[in-house]
Every structure is written in structure tokens, then in C-alpha cells.
């Protein structure tokens, strides 16, 4: 049996027009800490316990990401794991997040909702 090489995700790289700025949001919205503070990029915590780190990236003639056509249907980068999926998309409607109606079915469920700059964030179980 062939060992796997990976063990998990260490970072994720958002592009934003103000770093600063987006981070207040992903910190109020999401609960995301500051760990790193530049004037090009905010290094955040996702959460205690997670080794993932989310860096917003200061772009020039930011444009929001945009996943190309497929016949998946998928239109984001990233997925999160919400601790609960519907607790969490009821708090981000109440903290005014623009989120889409929750899809799928059975056990996995899913939803899509957009940071400041209109990035695609996704929430799965």
C-alpha cells in the first residue's frame, strides 16, 4: 500500500482589495483570529485546534475568484467544515453574509456564502 504524502491543508490564500479590512470581516463573520498583520496580507487563524491558516492577499484590480465552467457544478475554491451547518448558516444570515439557499441532500449538505470582495466561500458537511 502506497503511504499518502499529505496530512492536511496548512493555508488558504484569498485574494481581497484591503487585507486589513477583509480581516475585520472574516474575524467578526467567521471568527477567524489574527495571527499576522502586513500591509499586503492578514495571516488568520481558521480556529483553535485547526492547523489551517487563511492569508488575505492584497490584489491589485482584485477581481472576485471565479471557479471555471464545469459540468460538476462546483463554482468555489474552498469548502469549510462547519461545526454545524445549520447553526452556521442561520448566524451568517442574522450577521447580514450574503449565503445561498443549502443544497444536497442526506448527510452532505452545502452551502455557498461571499466575503466582502464577492469571493465564493463554501460550508459542507
Known amino acids: 500500500m502506497i503511504q499518502p504524502l499529505l496530512k492536511g491543508m496548512e493555508g488558504v490564500f484569498i485574494p481581497v482589495t484591503d487585507p486589513t479590512k477583509s ?3 472574516y474575524e467578526d463573520k467567521l471568527g477567524c483570529k489574527p495571527l499576522y498583520l502586513e500591509e499586503e496580507a492578514v495571516t488568520m ?3 483553535e485546534g485547526s492547523q489551517t491558516v487563511i492569508t ?5 484590480n482584485h477581481k472576485p475568484m471565479k471557479f471555471p465552467e464545469n459540468d460538476f457544478g462546483v463554482g468555489k475554491y474552498y ?5 454545524d451547518i445549520d447553526k452556521t448558516y442561520k448566524m451568517l444570515i442574522e ?3 450574503e449565503v445561498n439557499q443549502i443544497g444536497g441532500e442526506g448527510t452532505t449538505r452545502y452551502f455557498t456564502f461571499y466575503d466582502p470582495d464577492r469571493n465564493p466561500l463554501g460550508c459542507c458537511n
Do not use: C, E, Q, Y
Open 79 to 83: 469548502n469549510f467544515i462547519p461545526l
Open 95 to 97: 450577521k447580514g453574509v
Open 56 to 60: 488575505l492577499v492584497r490584489t491589485p
Open 23 to 25: 480581516a475585520k470581516w
Open 45 to 47: 487563524k481558521l480556529a
